[in-house]
């Protein structure tokens, strides 16, 4: 299943515009102005300028929040978008009590005693980022996320994607017998996409710091329904008679 892109000119647009790009635009503004983002208890706020406003939308991190202030604009940053911005780019810096700022290992530590599988939705999440694909929150498909080609404002997600880790798939209760795939496939055939599993393996690592990360391998499964129409001739078989 190829990308589905909204109206003519949209394919165009996109090439002429790659993600890579803005991201690094991006990147180069909130490291020149020094951003810093504001830890919430569920997410975190990062106050940006005009350019950046525009810079975060056509990326498509984060979502902006309306408030009565004219002069500025804050964006609400996922856990895992916070995180990529601030550990992997490194563009941003995150403050959390006492208007202090966080270091990786206290940043990592309270993300991850808020989500307990932080570490594997921001391996995802990170790991698809690092293609260039665009990541948003599944939650409406019943899956972790969706990953675009471009701006969702260009093209359909193509792939619904889980996240999986063998330690704890037990606990994750996801994708363990037939029927759970059969019906989650089911919903991707509706919606035009194709399921993206990833598992996650830890390698034995203990997620007591960011580091653990490098550690992780990430594979790539696509999983699509068999239909037995694709597999049928057009033509009536030749019957022959034997002597």
Not at 146 to 173: C, I, K, M, Q, T
Request: net charge neutral.
């Amino acid at each position: 299943m190829g990308p589905r892109w909204k109206g003519k000119g949209a394919e165009t647009k996109a090439l002429a515009d790659p993600i890579s790009e803005i991201v690094s635009q991006l990147q180069s503004s909130l490291v020149q102005s020094d951003s810093r983002a504001l830890l919430t208890s569920s997410c975190v706020l990062l106050e940006v300028d005009a350019e950046q406003t525009d810079l975060l939308n056509r990326a498509c991190f984060g979502r902006p929040v309306l408030t009565a202030e004219k002069d500025k604009q804050w964006f609400q940053l996922s856990m895992e978008e916070a995180f990529y911005l601030y550990y992997y780019l490194k563009c941003i810096k995150v403050i959390g009590e006492n208007n202090r700022e966080m270091n990786s290992g206290e940043l990592w530590m309270y993300m991850t005693s808020k989500c307990e599988n932080f570490p594997i939705m921001f391996k995802a999440y990170s790991h698809l980022r690092m293609k260039n694909w665009v990541v948003r929150s599944g939650s409406q498909y019943g899956v972790d996320f969706v990953a675009y080609r471009h701006h969702p404002s260009l093209v359909h997600s193509e792939y619904a994607v889980v996240a999986l880790s063998d330690d704890n798939g037990e606990e994750n209760g996801r994708l363990i017998v037939w029927s759970d795939f059969h019906c989650t496939l089911r919903l991707c055939g509706s919606v035009a996409k194709t399921l993206l599993v990833l598992n996650i393996d830890k390698c034995g690592k203990k997620a007591t710091s960011p580091s653990c990360l490098a550690s992780y391998n990430v594979e790539e499964r696509t999983i699509t329904r068999w239909s037995p129409q694709q597999c049928r001739e057009n033509h009536t078989v030749a019957t022959g008679k034997f002597q």
